[in-house]
């Protein structure tokens, strides 16, 4: 996998609120238009959680096949580059459905690098949370309640998320300040608020199509530090580290 088509072409540092945001935009170097690749972020104002999520499910079911592969494999471009970046060795990802980006990119070049790879599953006892389980190519897996391919339950491969550099997370509808929304059974906000001082860093990964202008939060929702799609990598303030000192 290489990094070399594509560079940060532009950086553009905004100011949303109190809150301070980097918005950096990914560019193909051989697209002949230096213009910052435009989505419509879609207007969420006065509308509820679960009319924006209807509406953002449907809009990322609406991708083909054929864009659903070509944004997989360019948006795996830039998260990769973030992970060598970090000195990852511990990443957990999920296995996408309901139009999701899809991680299998990912997933590959990761079992090529000899980074390791964990999947969440759906804890057997504790209602809402989840348990990762370290992912190799001869896994078995089994399918959940949700019909999403998970491994089978295994005591000896289960890590804490303490354990892990990274998780990607999935979701549904996020914005600019970082905020997300997911699929409502709050098992990515049960794992997050574990969370300590960005160790391990979540990362969100979405279509643009899914970016809304504001996510209306509720008290429990742990907002992102990254974000990444196919085009841009949104650091919200919520990113204190070494790494990047955004
Ligand atoms: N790829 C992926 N894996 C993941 C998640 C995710 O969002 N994406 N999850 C992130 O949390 C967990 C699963 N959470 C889910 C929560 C609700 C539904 C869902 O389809 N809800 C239906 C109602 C189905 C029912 O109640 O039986 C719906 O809303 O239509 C699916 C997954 C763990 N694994
Ligand atoms: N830290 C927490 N502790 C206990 N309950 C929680 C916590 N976080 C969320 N919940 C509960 O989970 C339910 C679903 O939350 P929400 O709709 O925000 O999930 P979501 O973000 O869409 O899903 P996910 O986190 O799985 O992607 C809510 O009823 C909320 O009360």
Avoid at 66 to 95: D, S
């Amino acid at each position: 996998m290489t990094m070399s088509r594509f560079m940060v072409n532009s950086i553009s540092s905004n100011t949303v609120g109190d809150k301070h945001t980097q918005v950096s935009y990914f560019t193909a170097t051989n697209t002949p238009s230096l213009e910052t690749p435009q989505h419509t972020v879609f207007d969420s104002s006065n509308m509820s959680r679960d009319c924006i999520r209807r509406h953002i499910r449907q809009q990322r079911n609406a991708l083909s096949h054929t864009e659903q592969q070509q944004l997989a494999t360019t948006a795996c471009q830039h998260l990769l580059a973030e992970i060598v970046a970090r000195k990852a060795t511990k990443v957990a990802l999920y296995l996408a459905f309901d139009g999701e980006l899809s991680t299998q990119p990912l997933i590959d070049a990761l079992w090529q690098q000899n980074i390791a790879v964990y999947l969440p599953r759906i804890h057997p006892f504790a209602k809402g949370h989840l348990l990762f389980v370290h992912y190799t190519p001869s896994t078995p897996m089994v399918h959940n309640r949700f019909n999403i391919a998970e491994p089978k339950l295994d005591v000896r491969r289960i890590v804490t998320s303490s354990h892990l550099d990274m998780i990607v997370t999935p979701l549904v509808a996020f914005d600019v300040h970082g905020n997300r929304m997911g699929m409502g059974g709050g098992f990515y906000d049960r794992t997050l608020v574990q969370i300590k001082a960005n160790n391990p860093i979540a990362i969100g990964y979405a279509h643009d199509c899914q970016q809304v202008s504001q996510v209306p939060t509720q008290y429990w929702d742990i907002p992102l530090p990254l974000l990444f799609t196919p085009t841009k990598r949104i650091a919200s303030s919520h990113l204190r580290d070494t790494h990047n000192n955004n």
